[in-house]
């Protein structure tokens, strides 16, 4: 399965974006798909994550409230709706497919990953 983010660029601190990760094959529709991001000078952290079928999902506390990540049921699309963006939300955006149904916290939980788009937010 390869993954391909998209959708990030410059905003300034206020404005959103909307990235979109695609699945090579629909394979990764069964899977829990999640999103992290690595800032400069640190490691790659995690942001949201949702299960196969959307039903459940989890966000990291600096984005609750702005973050929202979903998916079709049943596709291999998954997106991360970003609003109230903040100097802090900087970084490097990867999505990646779990190693089951469900989604996990931590990097090892993930199987594939795609290259990650990057996301600029000015003050």
């Known amino acids: 399965v390869q993954l391909q983010a998209s959708g990030g660029g410059l905003v300034q601190a206020g404005g959103s974006l909307r990235l979109s990760c695609t699945a090579s094959?629909?394979?990764?529709?069964?899977?829990?798909m999640g999103w992290f991001r690595q800032a400069p000078g640190k490691e790659r952290d995690i942001v949201a994550a949702?299960?196969?079928?959307?039903?459940?999902?989890y966000y990291a506390d600096s984005v609750k409230g702005r973050f929202t990540i979903s998916r079709e049921k049943g596709k291999s699309t998954v997106y991360l709706q970003m609003n109230s963006l903040k100097p802090e939300d900087t970084g490097v955006y990867s999505c990646?497919?779990?190693?089951?149904?469900?989604?996990?916290?931590?990097?090892?939980?993930?199987?594939?990953w795609g290259q990650g788009t990057l996301v600029t937010v000015s003050s």
């Open positions: 990646a497919a779990a190693l089951s149904s469900s989604y996990g916290l931590q990097r090892d939980d993930y199987r594939y």
């Open positions: 949702i299960n196969w079928s959307g039903s459940s999902t």
């Open positions: 094959r629909r394979t990764s529709s069964n899977n829990g």
